[in-house]
């Protein structure tokens, strides 16, 4: 398989080099040459396949070169085998609304999906290639902990989380701070999630530490993360279609990786009419889809923290997509953004994106509602992400059968669940015990020389 830069197709790069670096060093995103597309034929030998038989299969296509299809199979097997449920994910219905549960990993949220596999991708690669790297990543609560579950004591790497001190919740935080591991740090730094993603970013820009410790991300922009995100679509399409039918996926949406990876499934050949961007109040793709501006504002909080995201870092990945592959006008298009903090598309291009996607954003106070009324009326909890995939879908009502993508278990965010039902989600018993282990982080100022200086002495 051989992969190209959103902002440069002629350089052709290998998944290794896509895996090890995220993001390519003309600042644009990776993604394949030529997408592989399945014929119906294909689909239906696909359609009786465990997940991980079929995780194997679509993975394995995107690696070619790498990894033996033998090496996926234990790649696949050993990242699942912890998952609370023999595959990997679930889906149930409650009334109209089919719910694909995507947490039932160690850190209860989707994350741990693609996290936990590209955990063993590194290993892989790392004990082959005789290298050593240093992870560094950002977070607002989900990604680290997913990292962290992943990377805890392995060999060759450490990790190093940055997260905005007291503006995560505490379960949030527990799931990394609690993780004894010789090869883990956490920083709680004094700022906000910008000025931790600013630092990260500007470590990857700084070439000199950036080989001095031989930096490497996880986060959602890497290509890994896509590809592990695509089986889940295929896997629920099967499990909830008889022939093939078309159906919707509404997705909660923050950075558009998991939502990126519905399209690359509808790219495949899946049969899926619209995939449906949910936000919270931080609506850029639903303007986007309405005015063809691309401008971000002021991030707003909101009880779906995940979501507080206003540049959606995988769109680049959509406007190579839609502009038919032409890098010169992604890279217009970014430069744009860059100069004058907005870009707007063309009639035929917003169209494209219609085509194939729709937007609606919700209220606080209507996705606490949700949480009520799908307790009420199914005695289910939800958490307030999902709640958002299930209050918009109600809000826009397709025709055709819809899946909400449930990215988080309730009991990460307990306060907001407990206050819209009277109920206190429970963690699962096998993680009870981290509300109670010691916690370990180290505080640091907002300060990029100090924050370097840290991993200079820990690499
Ligand atoms: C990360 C996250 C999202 C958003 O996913 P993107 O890939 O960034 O769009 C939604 N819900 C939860 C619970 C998350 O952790």
């Known amino acids: 398989m051989e992969y190209i830069s959103t902002r440069n197709t002629q350089e052709i790069f290998s998944f290794k080099s896509v895996f090890l670096n995220g993001l390519a060093s003309d600042g644009g995103l990776y993604i394949p040459k030529q997408i592989p597309l399945y014929s119906n034929q294909d689909l239906e030998k696909l359609r009786n396949f465990s997940y991980k038989e079929l995780a194997a299969e679509i993975i394995s296509d995107f690696c070619t ?56 991708m590194y290993e892989n690669i790392l004990e082959k290639s005789k290298l050593k790297v240093n992870v560094v990543v950002a977070t607002s609560g989900d990604t680290g902990a997913a990292a962290i579950s992943a990377i805890k004591n392995r060999k060759n790497m450490k990790i190093f989380v940055l997260h905005p001190e007291n503006k995560i919740s505490d379960v949030q935080r527990k799931f990394m701070t609690t993780v004894e591991a010789r090869n883990v740090f956490n920083i709680g730094l ?20 950036r080989n001095l410790i031989n930096i490497s991300g996880v986060n959602s922009i890497n290509w890994a993360r896509i590809i592990f995100q695509i089986v889940y679509y295929f896997f629920c399409y099967f499990k909830i279609t008889k022939s093939n039918e078309r159906i919707n996926f509404s997705v909660p949406t923050g950075n558009f990786g998991d939502i990126y990876a519905g399209y690359v499934a509808k790219k495949m050949g899946l049969p899926i009419n619209k995939l449906i961007i949910a936000t919270n109040k931080n ?45 010169k006008k992604t ?3 970014m430069n744009d953004l860059n100069e004058s903090g907005e870009f707007q598309l063309a009639k035929e291009e917003l169209q494209k994106i219609r085509n194939s996607f729709l937007s609606e954003s919700l209220s606080d106070e209507v996705t606490k509602s949700v949480i009520s009324e799908m307790y009420k009326n199914y005695g289910v909890l939800v958490d307030p992400h999902t709640a958002v995939g299930i209050g918009v879908t109600k809000k826009i009502s397709p025709e055709e059968n819809t ?53 200079r002495e820990r690499k």
């Open 190 to 209: 004094a700022g906000n999630f910008d000025d931790c993603q600013n630092i990260v970013k500007s470590m990857f820009a700084d070439n000199d530490f």
């Open 403 to 455: 899946v909400v993508l449930s990215t988080a278990h309730p009991s990460k965010f307990p306060d907001v669940v407990m206050k819209a039902t009277g109920i206190k989600p429970e963690l699962p018993e096998n993680l009870k015990s981290i509300l109670v282990k010691k916690e370990k982080y180290d505080r640091l100022p907002k300060d990029f020389e100090k924050v370097k200086k840290y991993i």
């Open 283 to 327: 609506d850029i793709l639903k303007r986007v889809m309405e005015t063809g501006c691309y401008k971000p504002s002021e991030v707003k909080y909101t009880i779906s923290p995940s979501m507080d995201i206003q540049v959606a870092s995988n769109f680049e990945r959509l406007i190579f997509n839609i502009t038919a592959c032409d890098s």
């Open 65 to 120: 070169g790498e990894f033996s299809e033998f090496e996926i199979k234990t790649i696949v097997e050993k990242s699942y085998k912890d998952f609370r449920v023999k595959d990997v994910v679930t889906v149930n219905k409650f009334g109209k609304i089919n719910l694909l549960e995507l947490f039932h990993g160690p850190t209860l949220a989707f994350k741990d999906i693609a996290m936990q596999a590209i955990g063993n």
């Open 331 to 333: 890279l217009k298009l």
